[in-house]
């Protein structure tokens, strides 16, 4: 979806969301108050510069406004891969971002994620994937790579990978896939602006995404495996 | 005597670096801990899926530590792999060891759990987070065969301090994940001199996103170790995170525009940028000394 056509549609009562570049960010007003707004368009690959942008945008909302609310729009084919951001530390700039949200969740500014065109690995990693809770719209993409691509660096067969994807969430690209993972809270469909008011209001918790992976039958292993190595030989 | 961090298997390097006797794996080889999507691959398993968990202790010091083995797929982060790192670090939480120390060999999610793999790396970031605003210290030993790529770089980004010998990498995307995305006149991945002057120990050292620079030798790590018990406390508070920010932007300011290390290294005050990459480690140290900090 259009960015300005979606901000419109979730914030009905208004916002001044501004854009720069493929960066956006402003203020929104919501029937439970008002949030600030993050976001990126165009797919964009996620260099150094961006991200040092996405840390600003956090670091600042966490200073002039106390507790308030911030909605993730992160639109991502994942990290440039460039050797001149590799020479520049680009993964230090990702990390950077991941503190920012962390610490702002940590001094109670909720975070709510939704992905609404494109979620690829590292530019995902590092932003809505440090959401309280995050969401996705049904023609959102997210993956780590498509599976022509998995199936060359790996040397498993095409066939054999799309064969799996039909029956195994692990595999193939997709909202749904990592819904059932829990990786996505829920994907939002109808009146977007009153998931939005509910995504505002659920409780916060800590990371349940393990949890809802194992209940929705997605992802089995995370959960019972990590609670082993928190209680063994002790 | 010299034993080489690089060349040791994970199991090999947290007997070198532990007090002797000391260490205790959680979720060992004998519990048959596998990867169930690889098996749906017909691929093989290992029954730790790549890392070592346990406690032991340094000194005296009690910590929990986990070892990647890139002997296995690259030590590369699949569901089980990923949450065996996830649930040491809670563990951390609760039990408040000394330091958590992630000795990371991995070129980052295992492609063939795709998927999970990246959902398991997040979840090792947000624990790392955690437990560092728990007080926790997290360490990082980087020096190790495959060196430390994708998501697992952003993991040790995230983390108090790393430590490299020079023969350690670290970066996002791998030399090979850009030679083939973007063509082999944007990054050589064959070129070793330039992937080391990229990506290596003493680059990272002189941009200080590296703390410690030691010998390729697992006694030289724990000495390091050591070092950065006495002086590492977790602060990620704000004063701390708009001070990194205002770091890495000046660098963005004044190496943006670099195309090559041996540029920056000029810039940072390097009398002969060329000959850094074959000094020896102590001669490299004492010949930086006086650049670093300045990026």
């Not at chain 1, 909202?175 to 469909?189: D, K, R, S, V």
């Not at chain 2, 090999?12 to 959680?26: K, N």
């Not at chain 2, 998927?115 to 560092?132: C, H, K, Q």
Request: net charge negative; with cysteine.
């Amino acid at each position: 979806m259009n960015p300005l056509t979606l901000l419109t549609e979730l914030f009905p009562l208004g916002h001044e969301v501004r854009f720069e570049a493929e960066f956006f960010a402003g203020a929104a007003r919501t029937a439970v108050g008002e949030v600030h707004v993050i976001g990126t368009v165009n797919n964009v690959l996620i260099g150094a510069e961006l991200a040092h942008r996405l840390a600003a945008e956090t670091l600042a909302v966490v200073q002039a406004h106390p507790r308030r609310s911030i909605v993730l729009m992160i639109d991502t084919n994942g990290q440039r891969p460039s050797r001149r951001d590799e020479l520049l530390g680009i993964d230090g700039y990702l990390a950077l971002i991941a503190k920012c949200l962390h610490f702002a969740r940590m001094r109670g500014h909720r975070i709510v994620g939704l992905v609404y065109g494109k979620a690829v690995s590292g530019g995902f990693l590092a932003t809505n994937m440090l959401a309280d809770a995050c969401f996705a719209l049904p023609e959102a993409q997210i993956q780590v790579m498509n599976l022509p691509a998995m199936a060359r660096i790996t040397k498993v067969d095409l066939d054999c990978l799309r064969v799996l994807s039909r029956t195994s969430p692990v595999f193939a690209p997709g909202a749904e896939n990592y819904l059932c993972m829990g990786a996505i809270q829920a994907i939002w469909t109808g009146a977007i602006a009153e998931r939005l008011i509910e995504a505002l209001q659920a409780p916060v918790a800590d990371d349940r995404r393990r949890r809802d992976g194992a209940a929705r039958g997605g992802r089995l292993f995370a959960e019972p495996i990590s609670a082993r190595v928190r209680h063994d030989g002790s | 005597m010299n034993c080489s961090f690089r060349e040791a298997t994970a199991r090999m390097r947290i007997a070198g670096l532990l007090d002797a006797g000391s260490f205790v794996e959680f979720l060992g080889p004998s519990q048959r801990a596998c990867s169930p999507h690889l098996q749906a691959l017909d691929l093989p398993a290992a029954f730790d899926d790549g890392v070592v968990v346990g406690r032991g202790r340094i000194a005296g010091h009690g910590l929990l530590l986990a070892a990647q083995e890139g002997g296995f797929m690259g030590g590369s982060v699949g569901e089980v792999h990923g949450a065996k790192i996830t649930g040491l670090l809670e563990r951390a939480q609760h039990e408040k060891p000394t330091a958590v120390l992630l000795l990371v060999e991995s070129g980052g999610v295992r492609l063939h759990e795709a998927n999970a793999g990246l959902i398991a790396v997040s979840e090792i970031m947000r624990a790392v987070l955690s437990t560092r605003t728990a007080g926790v210290p997290v360490l990082v030993l980087n020096g190790a065969q495959y060196g430390c790529f994708g998501g697992m770089s952003i993991v040790s980004r995230l983390c108090d301090a790393i430590i490299m010998s020079e023969e350690g990498r670290m970066g996002l995307s791998g030399p090979e994940v850009i030679e083939s995305t973007c063509g082999v006149e944007e990054f050589d991945s064959r070129d070793r001199a330039l992937v080391w002057r990229t990506v290596g120990g003493k680059h990272r050292y002189l941009t200080g996103d590296t703390a410690m620079l030691v010998e390729d030798d697992t006694a030289a790590f724990r000495a390091a170790v050591l070092r950065l018990l006495d002086s590492v406390k977790p602060d990620l508070s704000l004063d701390a995170l708009v001070a990194e920010h205002q770091r890495l932007g000046e660098r963005l300011a004044r190496f943006g525009g670099c195309s090559d290390a041996l540029e920056i290294w000029g810039l940072l005050g390097a009398q002969a940028p060329e000959s850094l990459p074959l000094l020896e480690i102590a001669e490299f140290l004492a010949t930086v000394a006086p650049l670093r900090g300045r990026a």
